[in-house]
């Protein structure tokens, strides 16, 4: 038997039937290589105090990673990686209520799965550089590889505001990418522009607490590094920090989802020659000159048309 033909029937017997199950395996997928990328930049960082890495070089290496993960799981799942993203679907009616909670399981779960990973990889250097001692708070700390903690200075409202304002400009900006009738981003470039976009949020709104603007990227790795030998102080330090990365994202959701419904969505126009129309007059065409719309808007009018609106099973682009 020919190799091509073995890996055919390889392929055939190992072929998932259930959708659910094919899109759980894919977005468990795409959130452990999200975490594996964003905390090994962290771990490099910090363990090597700096000489390896940066606060700026960690960001990047957060919005590459959300590229990648986009691409491995988009098609499949939809590339949600994100509960908070999850949620602004649901809310928008292009994704079940009843998947919520299956898919932020499994987020979490492949955020777990992704932060042991990292600990793996970087066992010696994260040893080496706290001197055995695994500590949440303090000099030679290493907890903030994995999970993210507030500063200082930061009051427990100002730190939830930090993470509603973040998620919200998260959201609010992916749902104007995936919208058909809005200046979307082109086919197979939602990846990229997603990637940008988080990437902008960490080097401008990671100060405060790191950025998490994710549930599952915070409380998947906090739950490794609860049972992994950093102690229930995970779960303590910063006066309990632990529950604003989980709720305040949720809470941004729905602000950005509203906002953007209301600022923008409500106000497209139902019938595409009014929308045509609205092309003329943004362009300040005459109705007489309205066949000489340039080749590139009459293209991107028609192909926004095609994809108004993301699928009902919630298989949108992130």
Request: with cysteine; hydrophobic share 45%; proline share 6%.
């Amino acid at each position: 038997m020919s190799y091509a033909r073995w890996l055919g029937k390889l392929q055939t017997r190992c072929r998932i039937r259930s959708c659910l199950l094919r899109q759980c395996l894919a977005e468990f997928l795409g959130v452990f290589l999200l975490i594996v990328i964003t905390l090994s930049a962290s771990a490099q960082s910090v363990t090597s105090e700096g000489t390896k890495g940066n606060y700026l070089s960690s960001s990047l290496a957060s919005g590459v990673a959300v590229m990648v993960a986009v691409h491995v799981s988009g098609g499949v799942s939809g590339g949600h990686l994100n509960p908070a993203f999850s949620l602004s679907l649901c809310l928008l009616a292009q994704f079940p209520w009843w998947k919520l909670p299956v898919y932020f399981l499994i987020q979490v779960l492949g955020a777990f799965t992704g932060a042991g990973t990292v600990y793996i990889l970087y066992y010696d250097a994260i040893h080496s550089y706290s001197n055995g001692t695994l500590r949440v708070t303090g000099p030679r700390e290493t907890a903030s590889i994995f999970a993210t903690y507030p500063a200082p200075y930061l009051s427990m409202p100002n730190g939830f505001f930090d993470q509603v304002l973040g998620t919200g400009v998260l959201v609010l900006g992916i749902l104007a990418m995936i919208d058909g009738r809005n200046k979307r981003v082109p086919p197979g470039l939602d990846p990229l522009a997603v990637g940008l976009l988080v990437f902008a949020l960490s080097v401008a709104m990671g100060a405060n607490s790191g950025c998490a603007i994710n549930p599952a990227r915070d409380l998947g790795p906090r739950l490794f590094t609860y049972v992994a030998g950093w102690g229930p102080q995970v779960f303590s330090a910063g006066d309990c920090w632990w529950w604003v990365p989980i709720a305040a994202p949720m809470l941004g959701a729905m602000v950005g989802t509203v906002i953007y419904q209301f600022g923008v969505e409500f106000h497209h126009p139902d019938d595409p020659t009014e929308r045509e129309k609205s092309i003329s007059e943004k362009l300040d065409l005459g109705s007489e000159k309205e066949t000489e719309l340039p080749v590139y808007v009459v293209n991107t009018y028609a192909e926004s048309w095609k994809g108004a609106r993301p699928e009902s099973h919630g298989e949108a682009p992130k």
